[in-house]
Each structure stands twice: as structure tokens, then as C-alpha cells.
């Protein structure tokens, strides 16, 4: 079965960096986009980013835009997210998503266009 295992959560200060994994097996990864979504205490699931099957496309919403970048690495079947000037208001559980889409330049921030989730890794930014 599919199965997606972030990593890389922590505790951080104000205007520092974490980088996140996302690992997925069961699946033909390179055929898949993927995306990262957040949700912070007592707010609803957010996109953070997305990302085509080989890299070439890439999509941010402007809270994260500049501070965040999204990657891939088809031979680990591993999307990271590298995360840069963290703000307390960045301190939530982030998830990886999966949806299959080919080898288009397809990418997805409809949290319910995805059809396969990890758990999440907490991320908490200290002021």
C-alpha cells in the first residue's frame, strides 16, 4: 500500500530553518505529484506548496513565497521542504500529499484533489 512518512519537524527560533522529508513507497513516484500542507492550532488545513513530477514546476501560496522551497528526488522517492526565516505564525503539523498525474507539468493546491497523505511532523517556531 502507499505510504508517506514525513520527517524533520522540530522546535526552532524566529528566522531559522528546518527541512522537511517526505518519504513514499508503494507507488510509482516519479509519476506523481506531490504537495506539502500545513495545520496550525485551531485553523484549517493550508497549502504550502506543490510540486510536478520531475521538479519542473513549482507553486507557492504568498504567506511561504521566498521563504520556502519545495524539491524532489525521484531515485529516493523523497520530496523535501526547505524551510528559511521561520515565523511563529509557520508553527503547525505538515503534511505531504500524493496524487497521481503522469508526466505533465500538472501541480495541485486543492487539499481535496490529493489521494494520499502522511502523518505529518510538528513544527513549532518560537518567538
Known amino acids: 500500500q502507499v505510504q508517506l512518512v514525513e520527517s524533520g519537524g522540530g522546535l526552532v527560533q524566529a528566522g531559522g530553518s528546518l527541512r522537511l522529508s517526505c518519504v513514499a513507497s508503494g507507488l510509482s513516484f516519479n509519476n506523481y505529484g506531490m504537495g506539502w500542507f500545513r495545520q496550525g492550532p485551531g485553523k484549517e488545513r493550508e497549502f504550502v506548496a506543490a510540486i510536478s513530477w520531475n521538479g519542473g514546476t513549482t507553486y507557492y501560496p504568498d504567506s511561504v513565497k521566498g521563504r520556502f522551497t519545495i524539491s524532489r528526488d525521484n531515485a529516493k522517492n523523497t520530496v523535501f521542504l526547505e524551510m528559511n526565516n521561520l515565523k511563529p505564525e509557520d508553527t503547525a503539523v505538515y503534511s505531504c500529499?500524493?496524487?497521481?498525474?503522469?508526466?505533465?507539468?500538472?501541480?495541485?493546491?486543492?487539499?481535496?484533489?490529493?489521494?494520499?497523505w502522511g502523518q505529518g511532523t510538528q513544527v513549532t517556531v518560537s518567538s
Open positions: 500529499a500524493a496524487r497521481r498525474l503522469g508526466r505533465t507539468v500538472e501541480i495541485l493546491s486543492n487539499e481535496y484533489e490529493y489521494n494520499y
